[in-house]
Nanobody, 120 residues
Framework: QVQLVESGGDLVQAGGSLRLSCTASGPIFKINTMGWYRQAPGKQRNLVATITSGGLTNYADSVKGRFTISRDNAKNTVTLQMNSLKSEDTAVYYC??????????????WGQGTQVTVSS
């Protein structure tokens, strides 16, 4: 079964840095776009950043210049480096990937989420 597992969430002071990682595992044929989304309490889930299999990136305006998304296609891993963190970055961060399983089809998978808390 295909699954995404995230790690790296923590409590950090404003101005600090965190690095989130997500690894896809299972019977995978191909992974297309991977990304990170976040959901603050009482708010909808929003895009943070995405990266295609070819390395093209897209960022939410609120994180441009502070966050960097990267991936290792050989390891099926996507990473989010978060610098200059602000209290408004506090949220549960979810990994997302568009995957073609070996059994066929095309599906969007989500990780279980990892909590990032930025104290001011």
């Amino acid at each position: 079964q295909v699954q995404l597992v995230e790690s790296g969430g923590d409590l950090v002071q404003a101005g600090g840095s965190l690095r989130l990682s997500c690894t896809a595992s299972g019977p995978i044929f191909k992974i297309n776009t991977m990304g990170w989304y976040r959901q603050a309490p009482g708010k909808q889930r929003n895009l943070v950043a995405t990266i295609t299999s070819g390395g093209l990136t897209n960022y939410a305006d609120s994180v441009k210049g502070r966050f960097t998304i990267s991936r290792d296609n050989a390891k099926n891993t996507v990473t989010l480096q978060m610098n200059s963190l602000k209290s408004e970055d506090t949220a549960v961060y979810y990994c997302n990937a568009d995957i073609i399983p070996r059994s066929g089809g095309y599906f969007t998978y989500w990780g279980q989420g990892t909590q990032v808390t930025v104290s001011s």
